[in-house]
């Protein structure tokens, strides 16, 4: 059987650059104000909400109720890995050290708000890293019919990633360029976790809806913790209710116009 190297490799070049693609807007963002930034981080919400449901948790209920005859079993593992990707982010939300991060160049910014951008970052690295498995997963199966529509789909995903991480922590107070740079590191660590998956592909298949499920459930919690409270507690919560109505039926429309 012909190896599906090289096809990984694009797979894994392909993951890694849409990242940055997506996150190139920030470049232009000089200054945002704090409305603009409500709505972004609303918008960045509504994605992520999306993400949850349709790319991680979906799949993972799909994959493991799969000729089950079971289904409140299968339902209830992956309610489970839920809960336990939440609690692996309560936990990271307590002890994280977020003074690691801090410059000295971000003004009067508390490290409250440092270390709720950080996890949301984290949450999105998490993220990226199941999106990782099933791009490798699919390559190392030998079938373009499988491969293809992870890839294309996963890689469209990253580009609203991409941007959202990188205006989040321009919205933060980092510069544009470093904005830029942390997204594209997380680009490579699903770049990194595809070769992962391809390398490994029969035992990544079988932890592949329980690495979903758990991925999905530490998104929602940063969602709901940190995001929608962060954007909702001054005036612009009203824009930026708009901003995650926007952001999940983009997502939404996204996944499934690529099936």
């Not at 490799?9 to 990242?19: C, E, I, P, R, S």
């Not at 951008?117 to 997963?137: D, K, Q, R």
Request: net charge negative; charged share 10%.
């Amino acid at each position: 059987m012909e190896s599906q190297l090289p096809l990984a490799l694009t797979g894994a070049a392909v993951t890694a650059v849409a990242t940055g693609i997506g996150a190139l807007p920030a470049l232009a963002a000089h200054r945002i104000s704090e409305r603009g930034r409500d709505s972004l981080m609303g918008f960045s919400a509504g994605v992520m909400l999306a993400a949850s449901a349709f790319a991680l948790i979906g799949p993972a209920l799909a994959l493991v109720l799969q000729g089950r005859p079971e289904r409140f079993a299968g339902a209830l593992s992956v309610g489970l890995m839920v809960l336990c990707g939440a609690a692996f982010l309560h936990i990271c939300n307590q002890w994280l050290p977020h003074e690691h991060f801090f410059t000295g160049r971000e003004g009067g910014l508390s490290q409250t708000r440092l270390k709720r951008i950080w996890l949301f970052v984290f949450a999105i690295t998490l993220h990226n890293f199941p999106e990782g498995l099933a791009v490798g997963s699919g390559t190392g199966s030998h079938s373009l019919e499988l491969a293809l529509p992870i890839l294309s789909g996963i890689a469209l995903q990253d580009l609203p990633e991409g941007f959202v991480v990188a205006m989040a922590l321009v919205g933060a107070g980092y510069s544009a360029r470093r904005a830029l740079g942390v997204a594209m590191i997380t680009g490579l660590v699903e770049a990194a976790s595809a070769m992962v998956g391809y390398f490994a592909t029969e035992q990544v298949r079988d932890l592949l809806p329980w690495a979903l499920a758990f991925a999905g459930g530490a998104m929602l919690y940063v969602v709901s913790d940190e995001m929608i409270p962060e954007s909702h507690h001054k005036e612009h919560a009203p824009h930026a209710t708009a901003g995650l109505m926007i952001g999940f039926v983009l997502m939404l429309v996204l996944d499934t116009a690529l099936g």
